[in-house]
């Protein structure tokens, strides 16, 4: 699939459907994707039962973003994952030209955005029997609750609070999706590497020690870089560490 790659208009060829309310756009997203003939962003202005990661409870609350974007790719598994580096890149233009500022925002793997050092935006991929669904959470306005935040978890921040900036959802998703074509088209023409090469420039923690705890185990090290299949690799005291699947802590 190629999308357009004008980073100002609604890229060629991507619905747009923005629901009042819906369990979740993720839910949504695997109801209709039997019966889409094209990819399209589906937003939702509440959701009554959206998850994150791992099935965890996505709160939202009123005047934040929620979305998901319906694709349909059709390269190997390993290849289609790697959007969610497409995704991130995609948020971090957005907030960027929503805020005219770069140096707050940063990209966390595997696939969350912060701002000052806090979470602000999170990104869920789920694969169907034909589809890819990229879920988008983005604290525009308010943040979680406290017990709603996992212990050690980057504490989650809001775009208003702290850069001051006042965005609808509707209108950030004119930036997100232009965004993402541009993005995708890079990854579709040019393969992982352009996508590698900007995620890593705009990522935190870089050159530094974090902590990487798998399903089974927590690892200490460097953050070295992300290699050519999107894996964390870790300088450790052991040795170099690849991590194709982690939760990352500062």
Same mark, same amino acid.
């Given at each position: 699939?190629r999308l357009s790659?004008?980073?100002?208009?609604?890229?060629?060829g991507?619905g747009?459907?923005?629901?009042?309310?819906?369990d979740s756009t993720?839910?949504?997203?695997?109801r209709?994707?039997?019966?889409s003939?094209?990819?399209?962003w589906?937003?939702?202005?509440?959701q009554?039962?959206?998850?994150?990661r791992?099935?965890?409870?996505?709160?939202?609350?009123?005047?934040?973003?929620?979305a998901?974007?319906?694709?349909?790719p059709?390269?190997?598994?390993?290849?289609?994952?790697l959007?969610s580096?497409v995704a991130?890149l995609?948020l971090?233009?957005?907030?960027?030209?929503?805020t005219?500022r770069?140096?707050p925002?940063?990209?966390?793997w595997p696939?969350? /955005?912060? #701002?000052?050092?806090?979470?602000v =935006?999170? &990104?869920?991929l @789920?694969?169907?029997a034909? !589809? *890819? %669904?990229?879920?988008?959470?983005i604290?525009?306005?308010?943040v979680p609750g406290?017990d709603?935040?996992?212990a050690g978890?980057t504490?989650p /921040?809001? #775009?208003?609070h702290?850069t001051? =900036?006042l &965005?609808a959802? @509707?209108?950030?998703l004119? !930036? *997100? %999706?232009?965004?993402?074509?541009y993005?995708?088209?890079q990854?579709?023409?040019y393969?992982?590497g352009?996508?590698?090469?900007?995620?890593?420039a705009r990522a935190?923690r870089l050159?530094t020690?974090i902590?990487?705890?798998?399903?089974r185990?927590?690892h200490h090290?460097?953050?070295?870089t992300?290699?050519a299949f999107g894996?964390?690799?870790?300088?450790?005291?052991a040795g170099k560490?690849?991590?194709?699947?982690a939760?990352?802590y500062?």
């Open positions: 699939m790659s004008n980073r100002h208009t609604w890229p060629e991507v747009r459907t923005v629901l009042p309310s819906v993720m839910s949504e997203a695997a209709v994707a039997a019966s003939a094209f990819p399209q589906i937003m939702a202005l509440s009554t039962g959206a998850h994150g791992r099935g965890r409870p996505w709160s939202m609350p009123e005047g934040n973003f929620a998901t974007l319906l694709m349909f059709t390269e190997p598994p390993a290849l289609v994952a959007r580096f991130s995609a971090y233009d957005a907030f960027v030209a929503v005219g770069a140096d925002f940063a990209l966390k696939n969350d /955005v912060l #701002l000052n050092g806090g979470k =935006a999170g &990104i869920l @789920e694969r169907g034909s !589809h *890819l %669904a990229i879920g988008i959470g604290n525009l306005v308010e406290a709603q935040v996992e978890a504490p /921040v809001s #775009l208003a702290e001051g =900036a &965005i959802p @509707e209108e950030f004119d !930036h *997100l %999706a232009p965004s993402f074509a993005w995708e088209s990854f579709t023409t393969g992982f352009p996508v590698r090469e900007a995620w890593l935190a050159g020690e902590r990487a705890r798998t399903m185990e927590t090290g460097i953050f070295e992300v290699d894996n964390l690799v870790l300088d450790t005291r560490l690849t991590i194709p699947a939760e990352v500062f």
